[in-house]
């Protein structure tokens, strides 16, 4: 059984920083990619940033050059750097992670991120 325990979401001003974590338990021998996922009030879920096992890395472009996402095999942890935080980005932030055998997505419980003066 899988499990993606997040952590790291909570309320900062504009232009602040906060840093997720996401770390995957039990089996985790076709680990593969892992990313970060966003849903706002009244919006779709989408992609954040995503990076596989061998660290090739994606984002959304409204976070390029702001966050960033890195990753901790020995530990089956990602992270997500956010910095510049703008109200816009306030949202529940959803870890995945995809196993390659078979071919399976976990979810993380979410965890809230509020940008708000």
């Known amino acids: 059984q899988v499990q993606l325990v997040e952590s790291g979401g909570g309320l900062v001003q504009p232009g602040g920083s906060l840093r997720l974590s996401c770390a995957a338990s039990?089996?985790?021998?076709?680990?593969?990619?892992m990313g970060w996922y966003r849903q706002a009030p009244g919006k779709r879920r989408e992609l954040v940033a995503g990076?596989?096992?061998?660290?090739?890395?994606n984002y959304a472009d409204s976070v390029k050059g702001r966050f960033n996402i890195s990753r901790d095999n020995a530990k089956n942890t990602v992270y997500l750097q956010m910095n510049s935080l703008k109200p816009e980005n306030t949202a529940v932030y959803y870890c995945?992670?995809?196993?390659?055998?078979?071919?399976?997505?976990?979810w993380g419980q979410g965890t809230q991120v509020t940008v708000a003066s």
């Open positions: 995945k992670a995809r196993y390659n055998v078979p071919i399976y997505d976990y």
């Open positions: 039990g089996s985790v021998f076709s680990l593969d990619v």
């Open positions: 990076i596989s096992r061998y660290g090739s890395t």
